[in-house]
């Protein structure tokens, strides 16, 4: 099958990709990721070093005539998203990505595809292995757990990297280059609950969301996209009230930067209301489909009888926690006033779970501002402390600040221009690259990204354009032609 991948052009990139695909790389999970680079670099004969917390960097001398260039730094991140379809069998942990080309598009069957950021690791294999790219004096710098925490980039020595120029090769539209990121923040709400002995005149149910598109919470969150705990809390709130409902279990979404593409419930019902709540449920389907029809035609949401459970949760705990998600802000929280359709602050209510006198609620707050950032925070950490919830805020990192005079950014403007006929896009994003976190071990570097065209980043949608590989592959050997002179 990856065969097939094999024979793209360019096929030094392409083949490079399946080499990495064929090792699991989750994040958090990335002993064989880096071994697997190390080996790489050490084959080759090139210095290469694994740092404390699992960066590998590999140096690599300028080429002939390249010497009196200033050194670059090439970076991506090793480790990938892991997501599936409910009804797809695959072991991340052991098995390798199962590719196919789909007209221009590199996808695979029913999990997330890893070109995020696995081309760009590729692009730094190829050039690290090729003895016929001119290029100048380099370091490639592999990061760890980009996806859950930016440990790696967080833990990187401010003494391991001599670069003058860093070039991150972790942009997902081939006609953009990168100068700003948002920075970002966990937001995790634990609670426990009481559990009770469902009452004998109840009945148990299963509700399912799903067939969400799901995306990335940064570059996708713009799009107004289903979130399935949101669209599951809207079936659950008031019920409780109105039909008695009581709830037993709940398991929605997954990872913090995955907008949740899937959700289901557990409830129970008393006989005599049951036709009275279908009703209502199937009155509140009708609403959101017909709100979110041209955003997610697969959208479904399903209500079925299922064995009865032997525990629910106590009402007032129900009442607080469905109340708390309500009241929670999910999606683009403030638009920047400065730049044009950039998103300057969101958040993603990730993942919630629900079992055993135990909830837990997981978020990712971005922004490009930190003020906006905590403002934010606060606001959700708000609405869950007053229903009780302990609320905790981790794994918080800088956002990139842009710098437009960046002389590298003028080197790339000019050579996209010149290659392609029109300006590049040159913007800000409002996903988390580790370029802000990176430059705050090494001030005054001069930062830059780019990179091919990846769709459905983080869902099982994730796709890479053909075409777009091999124009940005051009380009980035035209960059390397052109660093400037010390």
Request: proline share 3%; hydrophobic share 35%.
């Amino acid at each position: 099958m990856n065969e097939e991948i094999r024979a793209l052009e360019p096929k030094v990139l392409w083949n490079k990709f399946a080499d990495l695909n064929a090792v699991p790389r989750p994040s958090k999970k990335e002993e064989r990721i880096i071994e697997f680079i190390k080996n790489f670099g050490n084959n080759l004969g090139l210095k290469t070093q694994v740092d404390e917390v699992g960066n590998v960097v590999i140096k690599k001398p300028a080429t002939k005539g390249m010497e009196n260039r200033k050194k670059i730094i090439l970076q991506a991140h090793l480790d990938m998203v892991h997501q599936k379809n409910n009804d797809t069998e695959f072991d991340f942990d052991n098995q390798g990505i199962e590719m196919y080309v789909d007209g221009d598009w590199v996808r695979a069957k029913g999990t997330t595809l890893g070109a995020d950021n696995g081309l760009g690791v590729a692009t730094m294999m190829a050039i690290l292995e090729s003895d016929s790219i001119e290029h100048p004096e380099l370091e490639a710098l592999f990061t760890i757990d980009e996806e859950t925490g930016m440990t790696g980039a967080k833990g990187l020595s401010p003494e391991i990297l001599e670069g003058d120029i860093l070039l991150n090769l972790d942009t997902e539209e081939d006609d953009e280059i990168g100068i700003g990121c948002a920075g970002g923040v966990d937001i995790t709400a634990t609670k426990s609950y009481e559990e009770e002995k469902m009452p004998e005149s109840y009945r148990s149910y299963s509700v399912k969301v799903k067939g969400l598109m799901g995306g990335h919470s940064g570059m996708d969150i713009i799009k107004g996209l289903g979130n399935a705990n949101k669209l599951m809390n809207r079936l659950l709130v008031n019920t409780a009230e109105d039909f008695k409902l009581r709830i037993s279990e709940i398991d929605g979404g997954g990872l913090r930067n995955a907008i949740p593409r899937e959700s289901e419930a557990i409830i129970a019902l008393p006989e005599t209301e049951e036709e009275s709540f279908k009703k209502e449920f199937e009155s509140r389907v009708r609403d959101i489909k017909s709100e979110y029809a041209s955003l997610e035609p697969n959208l479904s949401i399903e209500l079925n009888k299922i064995a009865s459970q032997t525990k629910v949760m106590d009402l007032n705990s129900q009442r607080e926690i469905v109340l708390a998600i309500a009241g929670a802000h999910n999606g683009v929280y403030r638009m920047s006033p400065e730049i044009e359709g950039l998103v300057e602050a969101s958040n993603n209510i990730a993942n919630v779970t629900l079992k055993d006198g135990e909830v837990h609620i997981k978020c990712l707050t971005r922004s490009s501002v930190d003020s906006t950032k905590d403002d934010l925070a606060n606001s959700i950490r708000s609405v869950f402390e007053l229903a009780g919830f302990k609320v905790e805020l981790s794994g918080e990192y800088p956002g990139w600040a842009p710098n437009s005079d960046s002389a590298i950014l003028k080197t790339l403007d000019e050579i996209y221009q010149r290659m392609n006929g029109e300006k590049a896009h040159i913007a800000a994003c409002h996903a988390g690259l580790e370029c802000g976190i990176i430059g705050s071990h090494y001030p005054g570097m001069d930062m830059i990204s780019f990179g091919p065209t990846i769709k459905g980043a983080h869902s099982p949608d994730e796709r890479a354009s053909i075409k777009s590989a091999q124009k940005y592959w051009d380009f980035l050997l035209e960059v390397l032609k052109n660093i400037p002179e010390n």
